[in-house]
C-alpha cells in the first residue's frame, strides 16, 4: 500500500519516546498475551479465535481509542483501497465512516457532532442491513452509492454495537453537504458597503473562486467583509493558505506543523505576491461544525489581528493524519501531529474560541441551514427564513 499525508506535505516525523520507561512494555505485552491465550482456549466460538482475527480487532480498539480521526484498516479494507483508488468510505452527510472486516461492514468512525453521534452510534458497530437489505457478502463499494442522498432523505441501519447485546435499528437522517465551496457572495448593506461571503467548503481551486467574489464585491462598493466560515468542515490546506494570502501580507507565516517533539516543518505562508491589497475590516463567522481549515483560517486572522471572530466555539479539528502501511496487509490511519496558528495556538480538541460569543439556538441553526439553501423551501418556509435575523450577523455588523 503506497504511503499518503493527508492534508499536508509532510513525508515522515521523528517522535520521541513515550513517557513510560521501556520496562513497562514488558509487563503490558505479557498481560496482553495472557489475555490472549485465554480467549482462545476458553472462549466457546472456536471460529471466532484466529490469532489474526483477534490481534486485528484489538488493533481496532486500540486505534479508536485515541482519538476520533485514527482507525485501524483491516486487511478487507485495505484490499478494496488498493483495487479502487477512488473508494471514498467517509459519508459526510451522515457523520460516519463505514469499514470493513473479517466480519462484514462496520462503523470506523463517527463525527462527534454527526447525525450519527447524535442517534447514538457508537464506532465498532457492526453494519448488519441497510434499509432492510443484509450487508453479508456485498461489495462495499456497492454499499456505499445508496448511502450518498439528498438531505432530508432517511436511511434504515440495523447496528449491532458493541455495547448491546442485540441488535438494533437506527434512522438517520442525511444532512446538507455542500459541494460548492463560495456559496454566497453579495452586498449585504449597500448603504455601508458591508460585504457577505459564504464559503462552505475548503474545495480545490476554492481561493480563486473566493478571489473573484472578493474583486466583484469591491468593484461594487464594499467597504467591509463579513467572511461566514459556519458549517464549514474544511478541505485543501494549500487553498487555506492561499485564502489566508488574500488578506494578511505576502509570505506572512500562517499554519505550523508539530509532533511530539515540536515544530516538524518549515510554517507555511502566504504567496510571495498579493494583486489587491485588502485592508478593509473584516469579520468571520464560527459555530460548533466549523472545522480544520476552517479553524485555522479563522484562528491565523484573529492571532494576526487582521479580523474579529464572531459565533460559537468551533469543532476542533486541528491535526494531521498518514497512512501507514502495516504488517498482515493491514494499515493504520493515524494521527501524527497537530496544526498550530501564528500565536502556537492548536484548535485541536478545544477550537477556536470567538471574540465575541454568540449562543445559537436549534431554530436558528435549523433556520440558517434553509436560508443557505433557499431553492428547496416552500413557499411559507421562505416566508419564515426571510424574516428571521441571523443573530450571528447582527454580533458581527455591530463589531464594525
Known sequence: ??????????????????????????????????????????????????????????????????????????????????????????????????????DGPYIAAVSPLGAAALAGVLPGSGLLEIDGRKTQGADFSDLL????????????????????????????????????????????????????????????GCAREMEAALDELEDRGMKSLVFDLRENGGGHLNETVKILGLFLPPNTAVVTTRGREGESAEPLKTPDRQRRKRDYPLVVLLDRMSASASELTAGALQDLKRATVVGEVSYGKGSVQNIIPTGGGTALRLTIATYHTPSGNTPHRKGITPDVAVAISDTCRANFAKRCHPDALAPEERKIVEAWEDPVIAAAVRVF
Not at 11 to 38: G, K, Q, T
Not at 146 to 174: D, I, N
Request: charged share 25%; proline share 9%.
Open 1 to 102: 500500500m503506497k504511503f499518503v499525508c493527508l492534508l499536508c506535505g509532510i513525508s515522515s516525523v521523528a517522535f520521541a519516546a513515550p513517557p513510560d520507561p521501556d520496562e513497562a512494555a514488558y509487563p503490558a505485552i505479557e498481560r496482553f498475551v495472557e489475555v490472549l491465550e485465554a480467549v482462545r482456549k476458553r472462549h466457546p466460538d472456536a471460529d471466532r479465535l484466529a490469532y489474526d482475527r483477534l490481534v486485528n480487532h484489538a488493533l481496532e480498539g486500540m486505534l479508536a481509542s485515541l482519538d476520533p480521526h485514527s482507525s485501524f484498516i483491516h486487511p478487507e479494507m485495505a484490499r478494496q483501497m488498493q483495487e479502487n483508488k477512488d473508494l471514498n468510505p467517509e459519508l459526510p452527510s451522515l457523520g460516519m465512516t463505514l469499514g470493513l472486516r473479517d
Open 145 to 204: 452509492g445508496p448511502l450518498r442522498r439528498p438531505a432530508g432523505e432517511g436511511t434504515r441501519f440495523l447496528l449491532k454495537s458493541p455495547a448491546a447485546p442485540q441488535p438494533f435499528e437506527v434512522v438517520l437522517v442525511h444532512r446538507v453537504v455542500e459541494h460548492r465551496s463560495v456559496a454566497e457572495a453579495k452586498i449585504w448593506n449597500k448603504q455601508s458597503g458591508l460585504g457577505y461571503v459564504r464559503l462552505a467548503t475548503f474545495g480545490s
